[in-house]
């Protein structure tokens, strides 16, 4: 089963997520790690892959949407649960766990201070639990 990591943004309301989405997402690529980016919708993936563009003016991280033809070789994917590749670390934008949990070495979960993100956060926990993951829990 898959190690999970919730990162809770404690007093960050939502607009934070994908900031700091993308700062993990540069420290995962500067580990030499590749990652899925599950997300619920392909305007979220777009806004996502135009934060990853526009983040910093002096560095770039390598990345690109399920539909491109570089997922083979591009260590950051964006796209649609139904669309992952081969990526065993897995960030979940989606509101429910993914359907290929024991294919995945570990999920990573960002939960902003939000009563709804919070709500579906918990039910979430319950299902990884029943699913026997190793669950870790990083206040931010």
Known sequence: ???VDFYLLEKQPAAKVYPFAVRLLEKIYK??????????SREECQQLNDLLWTHNDISFIPHCLASDEATDSTPIVLGLASEIT????????????PETLVKLERIVEIIPDETDWRSMA??????????????????L
């Not at 580990?31 to 619920?40: H, L, R």
């Not at 081969?86 to 766990?97: K, M, S």
């Not at 029943?130 to 669950?135: D, L, S, V």
């Open 1 to 3: 089963m898959p190690r």
């Open 31 to 40: 580990q030499g790690q590749s990652i899925f980016v599950a997300m619920n």
């Open 86 to 97: 081969r990526q065993t670390l897995y960030l979940n934008f989606c509101h429910a766990v």
């Open 122 to 139: 918990r039910e979430k926990y319950v299902a990884y639990k029943n699913a026997n993951a190793e669950i870790f829990t990083h206040k």
